[in-house]
């Protein structure tokens, strides 16, 4: 299994532009997870999903989007991109498992440069 | 208020020591703990996880809670320098569904 993994691994984006970062995991989690971690700073939580179709905000949603059509993917998109959101951005996927969901496992990060 | 609270550090400590990391948490309804190691430039990695019913030991890890007074603490025996890291401690909401992650204490092991 390649667990989690994102592309790209590194992106510099214009203030304006719009991107999608790409998550996908190949361990049938039904739980994904999109972080983003400033310099010095633990992760903060931008949106999650709990399944195909099903998704919510985190605690720092604005000026990001998600989706997730399928149990592997789940891409994270910017509108209209600033230079507050550069940043280190971490996908992650977790199981529910007998009622409890386990430990997440992360991506290895895009990080995002926005001049 | 912080939901979860880590000192930053640097805490820093001689080679065979041992390394104490403390973390905070405001919900008294919590149950789920973890401890994430975090190498400069990579991805979070789990070290260890307890739920409210006790105490894990693992290898030179050991993770305590005290329910009382909210804290969790992560005990590192014989420190080695490859533990120089970021520890991210991180508490799971009564829902199930999210990790509230800590801001990280960074850990220096000297030789």
């Known amino acids: 299994n390649a667990g989690v993994t994102q592309t790209p691994k590194f992106r510099i984006l214009k203030i304006g532009q719009s991107m999608t970062l790409q998550c996908t995991q190949d361990?049938?989690?039904?739980?994904m997870y999109w972080y983003r971690q400033d310099p010095g700073m633990g992760l903060k939580l931008i949106y999650y999903?709990?399944?195909?179709?099903?998704?919510d905000k985190g605690e720092v949603p604005n000026g990001y989007n998600v989706s997730r059509s399928t149990t592997e993917d789940f891409p994270l998109r910017l509108e209209l991109a600033a230079p507050s959101q550069t940043s280190v951005y971490f996908c992650?996927?977790?199981?529910?498992?007998?009622?409890?969901?386990?430990?997440?496992?992360f991506g290895p990060g895009t990080r995002l440069l926005v001049l | 208020q912080k939901e979860v609270e880590q000192n930053s550090g640097p805490l820093s400590v001689p080679e065979g020591a041992i390394a104490s990391l403390n973390c905070t948490y405001s919900?008294?309804?919590?149950?789920?703990f973890f401890w994430y190691r975090q190498y400069s430039g990579k991805s979070p990695e789990l070290i260890m996880f307890?739920?409210?019913?006790g105490d894990k030991e693992d290898g030179r890890f050991t993770a305590q809670l005290n329910k009382a007074s909210q804290y969790v603490s992560l005990l590192i025996r014989d420190s080695q320098p490859s533990d120089s890291a970021t520890y991210l401690c991180?508490?799971?909401?009564?829902?199930?569904?999210?990790?509230?992650f800590g801001g990280g204490t960074r850990l220096m092991v000297k030789p």
């Open positions: 992650a996927s977790s199981i529910l498992a007998g009622g409890r969901q386990e430990t997440q496992y």
């Open positions: 999903s709990v399944g195909a179709g099903i998704t």
């Open positions: 307890i739920y409210s019913n």
């Open positions: 991180a508490v799971r909401n009564n829902a199930g569904n999210m990790l509230t």
């Open positions: 361990m049938n989690h039904n739980y």
């Open positions: 919900d008294r309804g919590s149950q789920s």
